[in-house]
Structure formats: structure tokens, C-alpha cells
């Protein structure tokens, strides 16, 4: 048997953003939205509510945990979260997918594909 | 005073959410509210009215209060675990299934569920996802091979009616066909394992059975890994 994660595919801007934004490092909810908004260049802001209700719905489906604060002076009210491995795979899956889909859009439109820096 | 709004709004959230996030949504609030309170606030709203709209009850209940004595009806069956249903409660119930309205078993199921199988062939850790697109279900089954690593497969035929949820899986040279029921928070069933028709015993003979229990995948806990095979 193959893995299929189809079923989790597409996934919405918020859940991109945030699984995007654990890929590096664990992070705290604040941490997450400050990495989103620099990921995107201030273009996509997440606010705490739509954070939390996307890290509520990761949680359950067992692509992000909750893991130890890295140091115990930390303020409590400070949660880590980190990606686990089948939210990394599902990460992998979607920019694959969108890969696709930027291949295909630049074929239609004829876009230059960027040029790497030498 | 915004401050209050807000940590209000917190409190308005459902308790299981608010006991996870609150705390943490509030310092947040502390740290950025100089950026714009207002937008927070919109927010904290925003995630409210999702939060107790994505509730199974909470739809339960807004149906019930919207509609008045028919909408009741409607909670009233949705309540009712199929098991103790008499089939005039199984005849109206279908065609409100049919009609794709919210379903307070369906919204049960969704999720990440980890427990263990007992098998005359495999057994061991299992982990099962479910995810609800609407009308239809999607999900993937991970099982412990004899080779100790765990594999993953799509579920097929899957159906859930009020506390009963039934789905199959192909695994080789048989089809694995799990039944079972949420009761208490926790999934139990049977696996029944019929030949394929792949090889040796003809397709539908019945080649091995067990039995299974999972509980939903709590924040913080580790799921098993599922790994591929390696070739």
C-alpha cells in the first residue's frame, strides 16, 4: 500500500502558511505569525483566531503537536508547536502540487521562469 | 476596555478550545495589540462564531431553534444512536443524511484516531484519519506489517451512520473490512479479512478476523510514524 494524501489536498492559504511556517523550526503561536507574515512579505497576515482554529484542526488530524518549550524560564503562556512527519509529507505533497500548477500557468501565459542567481 | 472585549470573546469560545488556546490567543493580544486592536478583536470574533459553528451540538441545536418543532424532530433523531432506532426513526433519517444537512455523527468522526489491533494475522498499533468533504468521506488506515513497519492505505466504501462507522481497505491478498462503533469517546469494532482473489483462496473466503480499539489522537501525543516499505 502507497500513501495517498490526496484526501488532505488542497490545502486552504492559513493551513499552507502555518504547516510552511514549522517546516524550519518549532515555533510558538506568536512565532508562527510573525513567520507568515514574513514568508509572504506582509502580503497575508493570520490573525490568533483563524492561527488557532487551523492549529486546532492540524492537531486533530495528527500533522502538528504540541512539543516542550525549549527553555523553562519561557513565559508559560508560551505553546511550541512543531510539524510531525505526516504533516511534513502532506507540506511536501501540496508544493508539489502547486509546482504543477505555477509549470503549467507559465506554459499558458508564457512567464519567464525566474532565473537562478549565478 | 479592549482588552476586556476581547478576553471576553475568549471566554465565549468553546471549552475545549478555550482551555488549549485562550491563554496563549491573550498574550498574543498583549504583544501585537498595538499594531491594531480592532483587527484583533474582528478576528477573535470571526474565530468564535467558526469555533461554535463547527461544533456538532452547536449545529444540532441551531437547527432545533431555527426551524422550531420540526427542527426539534430533527435533533431528536439525529440524537438517537442507530442501534436503538426503530426503523420509522431510520426512514427519516436517511433522506436528511441524503440531503447533506450536518450530521452530528459525521463531525464526530473527522479526525486522527490512534489504538490497537488484534488480529489472527497482524496486530498491533494502528492509526486511522478520517475527513469529512461535505457529502462524502476520505481517510487513510495505517496498519504494523509482520515486517514491524507500518503501511498506510486508502479507505474504500466508507460509511458512517449516526454511532456506526464501516470502511475497507485492500492489503494484499485480501480485503480488510473494519466495522465498529464510537461509544464513549472511544472507537471499537471487528475486522473481518476476505480474500481478494489474488492468489490461492478464492475471492470472499473469509481468511482471518480481530478485533480493534482507538481513541482520538490528543494534541501533544504521538502518533506512530507510518513509514514506507523499503524495496
Known amino acids: 500500500m502507497t500513501e495517498d494524501l490526496s484526501p488532505f489536498l488542497p490545502l486552504s492559504p492559513a493551513t499552507l502558511h502555518i504547516l510552511l511556517a514549522l517546516a524550519g523550526e518549532d515555533r510558538h503561536g506568536y512565532g508562527i505569525m510573525q513567520e507568515v507574515a514574513r514568508q509572504s512579505e506582509g502580503q497575508y497576515k493570520l490573525g490568533p483566531g483563524t492561527l488557532y482554529d487551523n492549529l486546532e484542526k492540524l492537531m486533530n488530524l495528527a500533522m502538528v503537536e504540541e512539543t516542550p518549550r525549549p527553555s523553562p524560564n519561557e513565559d508559560s503562556r508560551r505553546r511550541y508547536y512543531r510539524l510531525t512527519g505526516l504533516g511534513r509529507r502532506t507540506l511536501s505533497a501540496e ?6 500548477v505555477v509549470r503549467e500557468a507559465r506554459l499558458r501565459l508564457r512567464v519567464p521562469s525566474p532565473r537562478r542567481a549565478s | 476596555m479592549i482588552r476586556s472585549i476581547y478576553r471576553s470573546i475568549l471566554r465565549l ?5 478555550r482551555q488549549q488556546f485562550a491563554e496563549e490567543m491573550l498574550w498574543i493580544y498583549d504583544e501585537t495589540a498595538g499594531a491594531g486592536a480592532v483587527s484583533l478583536l474582528t478576528d477573535g470574533f470571526f474565530s468564535l462564531v467558526r469555533q461554535w459553528m463547527t461544533r456538532p451540538a452547536t449545529l444540532t441545536l441551531a437547527a432545533a431553534g431555527c426551524g422550531g418543532a420540526m427542527h426539534m424532530a430533527l435533533f431528536l433523531v439525529m440524537m438517537i ?14 433522506p436528511i443524511l441524503a440531503s447533506g444537512m450536518p450530521d452530528v455523527s459525521t463531525v464526530r468522526f473527522s479526525g486522527s484516531w490512534i489504538g490497537t489491533l488484534h488480529s ?6 494502528m492509526q486511522l484519519m478520517l475527513l469529512n468533504n461535505g457529502a462524502s468521506w476520505t481517510g487513510r488506515l495505517y496498519l504494523q506489517g509482520q515486517d514491524g513497519v507500518m503501511h498506510g492505505g486508502a479507505l474504500e466504501e466508507i460509511r458512517v451512520e449516526g454511532d456506526a462507522l464501516r ?14 462503533q464510537l461509544q464513549q469517546g472511544k472507537l471499537t469494532g471487528i475486522l473481518e479479512a476476505t480474500a481478494n482473489g489474488a492468489r490461492f483462496a478464492p475471492r470472499g473466503r473469509k481468511v482471518g478476523e480481530g478485533t480493534w480499539v482507538m481513541a482520538r489522537a490528543q494534541a501533544g501525543s ?9 524495496s
Open chain 1, 95 to 100: 508544493i508539489a502540487r502547486l509546482d504543477t
Open chain 2, 222 to 230: 504521538r502518533a506512530p510514524e507510518p513509514r514506507q516499505r523499503q
Open chain 2, 13 to 17: 469560545h468553546p471549552p475545549g478550545f
Open chain 2, 120 to 125: 489472527t494475522g497482524p496486530s498491533g498499533p
Open chain 2, 81 to 94: 444512536p442507530v442501534v436503538n432506532q426503530p426503523p420509522a426513526v431510520i426512514y427519516v433519517r436517511r
Open chain 2, 167 to 180: 470502511f475497507r481497505v485492500e492489503a494484499g491478498d485480501a480485503d480488510l473490512t473494519f466495522s465498529g
